[in-house]
Nanobody
Framework: QLQLEESGGGLVQPGDSLTLSCVTS?????????IGWFRQVPGAARELVSCISATDDGPFYGDFVKGRFTTSRDNAKNTVWLQMSELKAEDTGTYYC????????????????WGQGTSVTVSS
């Protein structure tokens, strides 16, 4: 099993930067898991923001990221980060980290374990 807890969300202005953290715990250490970041706005499906595999392949990013976000992990700290820059109003949403064994997937249905989410609002 894997437990995940996101933090770092908040209200920022367009153009600002924000870093989200995902702290993990569970039966296996973080090196066993691929961790994805997804975001969701009300009424819409969750979309992939980024994913980093258990072997650090990639990371892979959603098309809308366009070089603005970076995801990284530190297995010793059981933590994965999502560094976001040049934030736009359309980046507003609830951001979730999710875990799956080993390799990355692009669909949320392929991730078994989920955090509760952290809210990001980009507004002037």
């Amino acid at each position: 099993q894997l437990q995940l807890e996101e933090s770092g969300g908040g209200l920022v202005q367009p153009g600002d930067s924000l870093t989200l953290s995902c702290v993990t715990s569970g039966s296996y250490s973080l090196h066993y898991w691929a961790i994805g970041w997804f975001r969701q706005v009300p009424g819409a499906a969750r979309e992939l923001v980024s994913c980093i595999s258990a072997t650090d392949d990639g990371p892979f990013y959603g098309d809308f990221v366009k070089g603005r976000f970076t995801t990284s992990r530190d297995n010793a700290k059981n933590t994965v980060w999502l560094q976001m820059s040049e934030l736009k109003a359309e980046d507003t949403g609830t951001y979730y980290c999710a875990g799956t064994h080993g390799v990355c997937y692009s669909k949320d249905e392929d991730f078994r374990y989920w955090g509760q989410g952290t809210s990001v609002t980009v507004s002037s």
